[in-house]
């Protein structure tokens, strides 16, 4: 569904992706893990089209889509929620997740009707959410955040969802929740790239695992694989 | 307070209006792109002359409104092309520079194409004032009045209440994320200059049978926008409503006060104690974030 083959890309003259290869199959979840500033947002970044990469492919269901804009790439069935989860604050919670689906809803008038079963969807999933409809996002906790960051994602019906460090600064009860709603996404068919610094979490929910280090991927196998992988444990796993 | 007090707050609050549409304009570009058109004074009196021009064509005397404001659309999609997008894209502030030059141009195709010379603008609404409580106004000024207030209460309407409007404000609040859900920036740039000048053209077709149209109609107005669009803030539209009012009224108090020489003052005192106090105001949030 996700092929990126020996991709190249960095912010001005630093290059930070350095021939970064990955693979996510249709309904799994493939977990991209590795040290602060390997490269792992700026991978996400680049598939998302925010970064132009300067070599390198990237294949999103059977389509080039490497250059392309962000918002041409979105429309194409990725959808990216970003580190720091990046709301739009002064909007309400409905009104964020109403943006997600963008793409697919009338630009004017009855949009909301159009958008009603997805919303339904993702307020089953986080029923916080709802509770919180009419209020402005940026005012939401952490936590809350993040859950609309990714129900905003999902609104899409994306046929790839990336999702950057969905603990970062979260209560380990949160980061919990969070990760019973990956399984639960898994369980339903998603397919994800996850960045996540919890290695360990990561690689339980995971069908497949990157270890990226320096801009290139430096380790990948099945999670059972890597759990034994003596460099993994002692760089990742380490307790 | 009497009649006369009263009167003065309630003529100079009408025209404080128009310079809160004209500065409500700015906030429309401002909020997506953090630029403005500083050549928005001239767009201003190119659209009252595209549509004192369409009165004379023999067409139906209303079809300057659609016609001027259409005009107004074009005029700001083409600042956003020619002047703007290319700067924002560099992150240069080269922008300010550009709409200057384009507001420049403007003024000599104005006195190129009409002329030098101040024009009435005919109308066929009343000046005979009416009273109210003592107060006279005449229907003209509460056509005004009725523009401005309608034209905001519509964009802002459209900003809350459409999909498309909710997703400017999701550009304004930020522009990477919005990218990320399939909103194109870039078109929700050109929608907001478009929409700035279909703002400015209709504060020329309203205040231009009040004053007259010549090529220099608006570069008091629009340094008195500025000062209002200084004062309240970029992003409330209220704000610029209630600092538009209170600066009309001042200018016609200090006028019969102090002397109608005086005119010009209090816009210009508020805009040098708006950047005293807060001299990041208006745009040099958008430097000081690049440095
Ligand atoms: N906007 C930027 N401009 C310049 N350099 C950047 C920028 N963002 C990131 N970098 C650099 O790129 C490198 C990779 O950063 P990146 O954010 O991709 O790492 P990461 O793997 O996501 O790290 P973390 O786990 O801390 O989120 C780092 O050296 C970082 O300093
Ligand atoms: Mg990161």
Known sequence: MLVVTDLYAGYGMSEVLMGTSLTVKKGTVVALIGPNGAGKTTTMRTISGSIKPTRGEIILDGAPVQGLEPSYIARLGLAHAPEGRKVFGPLSVEDNLLLGAFTRLPRFFGFHAKAADDLEKVYNLFPRLKERYRQASGTLSGGEQQMLAIGRALMARPKVVLLDEPSMGLAPVIVDEVFDIIRRLKESGITLLLVEQSAKRALEVADYAYVMERGRIAVEGVPQELQKNERVIAAYLGN | ?291
Do not use: C
């Not at chain 2, 570069?219 to 004062?231: E, G, I, Q, R």
């Open chain 2, 1 to 291: 307070m009497d009649h006369a007090v009263i009167q003065l707050i309630v003529s100079g609050a009408l025209m404080g209006l128009v310079y809160a549409l004209v500065a409500y304009g700015f906030q429309l570009t401002y909020a997506t792109s953090k630029s403005i058109n500083f050549g928005q004074g001239e767009l201003v009196m190119l659209s009252a002359f595209v549509s004192l021009t369409l009165t004379n064509t023999g067409l139906p005397y209303y079809l300057m409104i659609p016609g001027g404001l259409l005009f107004g659309v074009i005029a700001g999609l083409f600042v956003e092309r020619a002047g703007v997008r290319l700067a924002l894209e560099q992150k240069s502030e080269g922008w300010i520079l550009m709409t200057i030059i384009l507001g420049l141009f403007g003024i000599s195709a104005a006195e190129n194409i009409w002329g030098r010379d101040d024009r009435p603008f005919p109308t066929p609404i009343p000046t005979e004032p009416i009273q109210f409580f003592g107060v006279s106004i005449t229907p003209l000024e509460i056509s005004v009045a009725v523009g401005v207030v309608l034209i905001m209460v519509v964009i802002e309407l459209f900003k809350r209440k459409t999909l498309l409007g909710k997703a400017f404000e999701a550009v304004s609040a930020d522009r990477d994320a919005a990218e990320l859900m399939g909103i194109s920036a870039t078109r929700t740039i050109m929608l907001s200059y478009g929409l700035s000048g279909l703002v400015a053209a209709l504060a020329g077709i309203l205040v231009s049978p009040i004053t007259t149209v010549g090529p220099t109609m608006a570069s008091a107005l629009v340094l008195k926008a500025f000062s209002v669009a200084v004062v309240a803030g970029l992003e409330s539209g209220f704000g610029v409503v209630i600092v538009g009012l209170f600066l009309g009224s001042l200018e016609s108090l200090t006028s019969f006060y102090v002397g109608s020489g005086w005119r010009e003052a209090p816009g210009l005192v508020l805009l040098i104690l708006a950047l005293a106090i807060r001299p990041t105001g208006i745009f040099g949030k958008a430097v000081i974030r690049k440095v």
